[in-house]
């Protein structure tokens, strides 16, 4: 299982996007370069970007 939903990637990143960054790491317990990177990636090739590619199966 991954560590962050893509749903919260998702939401963190319109936040930064928004201006609404300050104490956004803080907000969600997040470390900033991990955001850093989200918002690179989004930037480069939208939000499909953050989706989830595998879960673990049993």
Known sequence: MTKYSTTLKIEVVSKYLARQMA???????IDYTAIRSWVELVREHGLVALRVKHVKQK
């Open 23 to 29: 104490g956004l790491g803080k907000e969600y317990g």
